[in-house]
């Protein structure tokens, strides 16, 4: 076997449909696009999800939900996530400066403080917002919660 000899299995390799090339060539006149209508024409361009005048399945489906303009979207943090930061790079005071030069945080993410988890460490904590149950868990180890602005 030479690499001269090599070709495709028979059958495996197809010629390809030459349209518009005359009567003769079994594929000239309309070109295989029928008689008429807009798919006849040029510079036809199908609508997408056009579903040949049926009613479009995005049209068949209920709207639901509403997303309100005004939400302010917060990055959470648990009070475990707080004392494993304090712990991890020795800090008193948890600021939203420490938590974005660490990289726990965007430097233009909101960030909320939540109550789930531990806390053991006296902290000062300034975030965003605070979860009801984060504060009094922060206020009760002699920490301050103070809300950034």
Do not use: C, W
């Not at 010629?15 to 807009?38: E, F, L, Q, V």
């Not at 460490?121 to 301050?144: M, N, P």
């Amino acid at each position: 076997m030479k690499l001269h000899s090599l070709k495709p299995a028979a059958g495996a390799v197809k010629k390809r449909k030459r349209i518009a090339r005359g009567i003769g060539s079994g594929h000239g006149r309309t070109a295989t696009r029928g008689h008429k209508g807009a798919k006849s024409r040029s510079g036809f361009k199908e609508k997408r999800n056009f579903e040949g005048g049926q009613m479009p399945l995005q049209m068949r489906l209920p709207k639901i939900g509403f997303k309100s303009p005004n939400r302010v979207a917060y990055t959470p943090v648990n009070l475990s996530r707080l004392q494993q930061i304090s712990e991890k790079y020795n800090l008193d005071a948890v600021t939203l400066e420490a938590l974005v030069s660490r990289g726990i945080v965007s430097k233009n993410d909101k960030v909320k403080i939540l109550g789930g988890g531990e806390l053991k460490a006296k902290l000062q904590v300034e975030a965003h917002a605070f979860s009801a149950s984060a504060k009094e868990a922060i206020e009760a180890l002699g920490g301050t919660a103070t809300v950034a602005g």
